[in-house]
């Protein structure tokens, strides 16, 4: 008996691979034949395989090899040296995983050339690269910042590092060379100067150099010759002789130096870290849902042209029938052509996707990656991948089509008529079934956070849409009975040609939907931030923060003339923080807080907070009022000062009468709070805390006079009299100036203010715009341009595949005297149906979404504690602008470009 079967399996196997041999032999036939509906195939599958596939080799070509890596930092040394510990070390086999032992100090004390070269071999040669050294030059009335590069472009050791492009390598110290991003950052050129920030002597611009590891702007420094120099990361790249005896690695590893050579150490002394991070499983299966989102709208896109093609080869795949082919063999027909034309489409995709890398390599590096590639190659695994998803979205588009090919009427075939599929009806209940189950899908995820299963429902919702589409088109055909001539025949055409139409319709509606719900949760968020903030000043006044490392900064009044001078009718004042008595060590800090008397602290704990009853009741109590009204403020906040009075009014914008009463309050030794729960008689208590050490230690405490501001910004800000510091056993020093402003200053006036300050030292403005300064207009235009561009491309190919399907009809319309513009019109009408439909479809339906998944958000909100802000509903007026005018433009351009001559043809039925 298995004998028997199996050679009946193996018939079957070789019938079908013959018939596959056929129907792929067919499909190549008629893609010659139907040349522009094969072109318009193609486009639509290789456009996005060329995207993906220059994407690809671009990755791969900037992903360096560890040889490419070692051979562009070490360039024509040896090794590189960096002196990172007093005491031993330890490090992997090629010094990318580094550690110091338990209780080993850092090496805080400068390298020089001599304590290495008792290190080294006889005959080693040295040079030392300070990576990152900040240098800020003054260009177009601004201070611009770009990267530094410290090192000797003539030693031959370092010749490697960098190309000279143009003149020649800087050597004075009056000299410079930049890179091309950094003579556009500069506005500058070969021999032009350009002027320090720090308001130091102009430098010249003697070279144009290139640095492979860093194309962003970046300006090449001679050496300075200052040993203690600290500035940025400094190592030492070695020459080392021929004769260089083993064990190297490991001697310099027992002084605290890290070793990378070329060749790994023979005994490394850490196991390898792991560099890169492996995406989680929702990481994955995000992206995954959202590449499936992309190749439901490229199949949705590219399925009409099948469907056309399939009517219009009606009385072929009649006469295969005829011929004894049975419904598999149909179907194998159809599906053909999209194998044949997904494999079309990947190999075009591939090639000018890979050609296209190769040939826009040198920008992709510059404006793109930063850095240039390492060797030219591609990316094999990748490519497979992105081949097999664009035959499977051709294989896709194909399938609806496949099944009605094989459904149709033999009889009605031969004959050239045209059968109506039957439209069943328990398509649009399974797609009204996939909506619901997408949208609780959908609320489910927003509610848990989970954005995998957000994603999940959207795609189900979305399917669910597709399958509603067709019945939809019906409904809409079957009310056009009422409307004129063109817009009848529209619909009737949409209708009769659902398999074509709704695809279409679909489509739109994917690309507007996403782009709406997108939008409105943009516009929310955005709403949710900006309602969130609190200033940390009043608006319009600014701080000038010093660098925070000890440095002294200029006194009050040369700050204040060159304010006056920018700002006319700003006052200055000094502030000053709490610091640590002396001595205290590295990473340590001194803070005060001020204590909350009993009673007065909000009474319920976290497990009580999960009860909407007690929420509800510690809204209301105002001994939890910092948990309900809090915000994010930004800017440079000042949350405990020590002043007597004079940087009051500039940081916390309390009236005169209030700063007055305080004024007082601090010259009696006393503080000022901007909470009245923390204030008992008229009385504060003070807790200083050393932070930072192994354990934090208590300096001092105090209860001193007190008062509360009641106007001002609402920010928590404690100010420390300096009798009330001296009593908590702390020290003063000075972080900036306080500048209270007669007028919001404009962005062109901090910028020359930040200029002329930065002659005084290392001084940064910052100004209070009360809000977080982020603008999303142009990622909602982004969002509804690219929707546009697909309902407008949607709605050619479907107007398109509609004429040359409608061609008898217009003939027949010209034929009893239709007007020459009838054609335009009715063109003008498919437009209309297409994107019209899809885009209202798509708004409605992007609308929902966003609001299902926001009042989702709102209700995980309304749980939390502390007190966050909902997210408000918000219409993305832009976005819906700009969709609102996409139909009518692809109307216009089906008008614009539609031949007015109705062709009068002789028909043989």
Do not use: K
């Not at 023979?266 to 792991?274: F, L």
């Amino acid at each position: 008996m298995n004998s028997e079967r199996h050679p009946a399996r193996v018939r079957r196997l070789l019938a079908a691979l013959r018939s596959w041999r056929a129907a792929l032999r067919i499909a190549r036939r008629e893609a010659r034949r139907a040349r522009g509906r094969t072109a318009l195939v193609l486009a639509m599958i290789t456009l996005p395989v060329l995207g993906l596939a220059l994407s690809a080799v671009s990755y791969d070509m900037a992903e360096l090899s560890r040889a490419e890596r070692i051979d562009r930092r070490l360039g024509a040394a040896d090794a590189e040296l960096r002196w990172v510990a007093e005491d031993p070390v330890a490090q992997d086999a090629w010094g990318d995983t580094t550690y110091q032992r338990d209780g080993v100090p850092g090496r805080s004390r400068p390298v020089t050339a001599d304590e290495l070269t008792a290190l080294l071999p006889a005959g080693s040669r040295l040079a030392e690269v300070r990576w990152w050294v900040p240098f800020e030059a003054r260009a177009g009335g601004r201070r611009e910042t770009v990267d530094g590069r410290l090192l000797d472009l003539t030693d031959p050791l370092l010749r490697g590092q960098g190309r000279v492009l143009a003149g020649r390598p800087p050597t004075g110290a009056d000299e410079v060379g930049l890179n091309r991003a950094a003579l556009r950052r500069l506005r500058a050129g070969l021999g032009d100067r350009i002027a320090p920030a720090d308001g130091s002597a102009e430098r010249t611009v003697v070279g144009v150099v290139e640095f492979p590891d860093n194309l962003r702007p970046t300006v090449a420094l001679p050496p300075t010759n200052q040993p203690g120099d600290p500035r940025g990361e400094s190592s030492w790249l070695v020459d080392l002789p021929a004769d260089a005896g083993p064990g190297l690695t490991e001697r310099l590893n027992a002084r605290g130096i890290v070793v990378v050579a070329r060749t790994p150490a023979p005994h490394p002394t850490a196991e390898p870290g792991t560099t890169s991070i492996a995406p989680t499983a929702e990481d994955t299966g995000t992206a995954l849902l959202v590449a499936g989102l992309g190749l439901l709208e490229v199949v949705l896109l590219v399925g009409p042209a099948f469907a056309v093609g399939v009517r219009r080869r009606r009385r072929d795949l009649a006469l295969v029938a005829v011929a004894g082919g049975d419904a598999a063999h149909l179907r194998r027909i159809v599906l053909a052509d999209g194998v044949v034309l997904g494999c079309a489409g990947a190999a075009a995709g591939l090639a000018l996707g890979v050609a296209g890398a190769f040939a826009a390599r040198p920008l992709i590096e510059e404006y793109v990656f930063g850095a240039r590639f390492g060797a030219y190659r591609v990316f094999p695994a990748a490519l497979a991948a992105i081949a097999v998803v664009a035959v499977l979205a051709g294989v896709l588009a194909a399938l609806a089509p496949a099944w009605t090919a094989a459904r149709q009427d033999v009889v009605a075939g031969l004959a050239g008529r045209r059968s109506a599929p039957e439209h069943r009806r328990r398509w649009p209940l399974i797609g009204a079934l996939l909506a619901v189950v997408g949208v609780a899908v959908a609320a489910l995820g927003a509610t848990r956070g989970v954005t995998v299963v957000l994603f999940a429902g959207v795609v189900l919702g979305e399917l669910g849409l597709v399958f509603v589409t067709p019945t939809l088109v019906g409904v809409l055909a079957r009310a056009g009975r009422w409307l004129p001539l063109a817009p009848r025949i529209a619909l009737r055409d949409a209708s009769r040609n659902r398999s074509s139409a709704a695809p279409a319709i679909s489509a739109v509606m994917a690309a507007v939907a996403g782009s709406v719900a997108l939008g409105v949760y943009v516009a929310s968020d955005s709403a949710r931030t900006d309602a969130s903030y609190l200033p940390a000043m009043p608006y319009g006044h600014a701080m000038v923060i010093g660098p925070g490392d000890g440095t002294p900064l200029p006194p009050v009044p040369r700050v204040a003339e060159m304010v006056a001078a920018t700002l006319p009718g700003s006052t200055v004042a000094r502030v000053d923080a709490p610091a640590c008595p002396a001595p205290f060590g590295d990473g340590e800090w001194c803070d005060v807080r001020v204590d909350l008397p009993a009673g007065r602290a909000c009474p319920y704990q976290v497990e009580q907070l999960r009860d909407a009853a007690v929420r509800a009741r510690a809204r209301s109590d105002p001994r939890c009022s910092g948990w309900v009204e809090g915000g994010y403020p930004t800017g440079y906040s000042v949350p405990v000062s020590v002043d007597d009075g004079d940087a009051l009014a500039a940081l916390t914008g309390a009236g005169p009468e209030e700063v007055a009463a305080a004024r007082r309050v601090l010259a009696a030794g006393g503080a000022v709070v901007t909470d009245e729960r923390y204030l008992l008689a008229g009385r504060l208590t003070l807790t200083a805390t050393r932070v930072g050490a192994p354990e934090p230690a208590v300096i001092g405490t105090a209860t001193v006079p007190g008062y509360a501001l009641r106007g001002g910004v609402g920010v928590d800000q404690l100010t420390v009299s300096r009798a009330a510091a001296a009593r908590l056993g702390l020290d003063t020093r000075q972080i900036g100036y306080a500048v209270a402003t007669a007028a919001a200053p404009t962005t062109a006036q901090q910028d020359r203010l930040d200029v002329e300050l930065r002659r005084l030292g290392r001084l940064d403005v910052i100004v209070e715009r009360g809000t977080w300064g982020s603008d999303e207009r142009s990622l909602l235009l982004v969002l509804a341009v690219g929707s546009g561009l697909i309902t407008v491309g949607a709605a050619a190919v479907a107007t398109g595949l509609a004429a040359a399907e409608g061609r008898a009809d217009l003939s027949t319309l010209g034929a009893v005297g239709a007007s020459p513009r009838m054609r335009r019109v009715l063109s003008l009408c498919q437009a209309g149906v297409i994107a019209v439909l899809g885009s209202a479809l798509g708004i409605v339906v992007g609308l929902g979404t966003a609001v299902i998944i926001l009042v989702a958000l709102n209700r995980r909100i309304a749980a939390a504690w502390p007190v966050q802000e909902p997210y408000p509903i918000l219409v993305p007026w832009l976005t819906l602008g700009v969709l609102v005018v996409v139909p009518l433009v692809a109307m216009a351009g089906a008008a614009l470009f539609t031949r007015s001559r109705l062709a009068v043809e002789r028909r043989l039925d």
